[in-house]
């Protein structure tokens, strides 16, 4: 079965860094661009960062630009978001997604998506 799983999300001080996981399997990881996505406390689930299928093209949210990096690894079908300087505002789940479409930033491109991992920035 069509699985993505999250992981690697826990309680950080702010200016910090973390590294999520999220692990893929049951369709053709090479053939689907990756996103993460994130929702916090009273807001909206929001776009984080794309990847295309090849791990060739990315793109970010203005908030995480320079910040963040999103990479795949299609032979072990992960995708990683690497999240440097964190803030208190990027408290959220985060949940990673996969799309049959190029660079992906809106929620209704995507397929799949995984169960989520919670990250806690505190002051």
């Known amino acids: 079965q069509v699985q993505l799983v999250e992981s690697g999300g826990r309680l950080v001080q702010a200016g910090g860094s973390l590294r999520l996981s999220c692990a893929a399997s049951?369709?053709?990881?090479?053939?689907?661009?990756m996103g993460w996505f994130r929702q916090a406390p009273g807001k909206e689930r929001e776009f984080v960062a794309s990847?295309?299928?090849?791990?060739?093209?990315?793109y970010y949210a203005d908030s995480v630009k320079g910040r963040f990096t999103i990479s795949r690894d299609n032979g072990n079908k992960l995708v990683y978001l690497q999240m440097n300087s964190l803030k208190p505002e990027d408290t959220a789940v985060y949940y990673c997604?996969?799309?049959?479409?190029?660079?992906?930033?809106?929620?209704?491109?995507?397929?799949?998506w995984g169960q989520g991992t919670q990250v806690t920035v505190s002051q």
């Open positions: 049951g369709f053709t990881f090479s053939s689907y661009a």
């Open positions: 990847i295309s299928m090849n791990g060739g093209s990315t």
């Open positions: 997604a996969a799309s049959t479409w190029g660079l992906p930033r809106r929620e209704d491109d995507y397929d799949y």
